[in-house]
């Protein structure tokens, strides 16, 4: 969303929905722009270009959420080498200022801290599935942090910054949500024409016969054109169309206002 600073969430896919899920959603309510695979990656695209080019290499922070299953995944542990190995490259031995590592038990740190040392030399974020507003408060800092500190400048045009990306985002955000409630009117109001016109159609009284032979209608025991009165009315009403041996077949706009009349009309 927006220009506000871009988080890479590198995680194990089987923490995503009851792990992950919360916490993108937490981060994106709190002006934080979220990359993650399963919003991003769209069929046909390349995952390595994807995750690597276009994620990791474009972020300006990569979370890594280490837990058991994260442990375990050999996507996470490239991920943490493809990073570890750009930061080397720009001369970040030993401070690698674009990654915030995130543990959800001390008992990872500790797993962590043997296989990546590196890695534990930040502070020690824990954010475990039962996390509150005081563990979130602390990574979203820090996530503002390192932003701030990779962006450069004294402090007032890290405020600035921070103003100005809040503002990009939250205008994206508005933006979303009036399309979002335009569309929900438009439904709206599409539905209640239709009714209107249903009920013009139920007035003018050349419905009539259509509707006595719904029955034959909606078992497709498609009637004689000759035999259905104001057949001419109903094909210009689009309620049916003329089908081979100059029989009639209901539409799908047929099918709707038989629909609306056994919901609304028939007792």
């Not at 599935?129 to 890290?158: P, R």
């Not at 009403?237 to 038989?258: A, H, I, M, Q, S």
Request: include cysteine; proline fraction near 2%; charge should be negative.
């Amino acid at each position: 969303m927006g220009n506000s600073v871009l988080v890479f969430i590198s995680h194990s896919s089987e923490d995503k929905d009851d792990y992950i899920e919360p916490i993108v959603q937490d981060l994106e309510d709190c002006y934080i722009n979220v990359w993650i695979d399963t919003r991003k990656i769209v069929p046909g695209d390349s995952l390595r270009k994807s995750i690597f080019r276009d994620g990791l290499d474009k972020a300006d922070v990569a979370l890594i959420f280490f837990t058991e299953k994260s442990l375990e995944s050999s996507w996470v542990d490239r991920e943490i080498k493809h990073v570890m190995r750009e930061e080397a490259k720009k001369g970040n031995d030993f401070d690698l200022k674009k990654i915030i590592s995130v543990y959800d038990s001390k008992a990872t740190y500790d797993k962590v801290s043997d296989r990546f040392p590196e890695l534990t030399d930040d502070l020690f974020h824990l954010m475990p599935t039962d996390y509150g507003k005081k563990e979130l408060g602390q990574l979203v800092s820090a996530i503002w942090s390192k932003y701030m500190d990779l962006q450069g400048g004294d402090v007032e045009t890290q405020k600035q910054l921070l103003s100005k990306d809040k503002e990009l985002f939250q205008k994206d955000k508005s933006i979303e949500d009036l399309k979002s409630k335009l569309l929900e009117a438009k439904a709206k109001n599409s539905s209640s024409i239709q009714e209107d016109e249903f009920e013009a159609y139920l007035k003018s009284g050349k419905v009539d016969g259509f509707l006595s032979l719904k029955d034959k209608f909606l078992m497709n025991q498609n009637p004689y054109y000759n035999n259905v009165a104001n057949a001419s009315d109903l094909v210009i009403f689009d309620l049916v169309k003329r089908v081979p041996v100059d029989k009639l077949e209901y539409t799908n706009k047929g099918k709707e206002f038989f629909k609306w009349y056994l919901l609304n009309k028939e007792s």
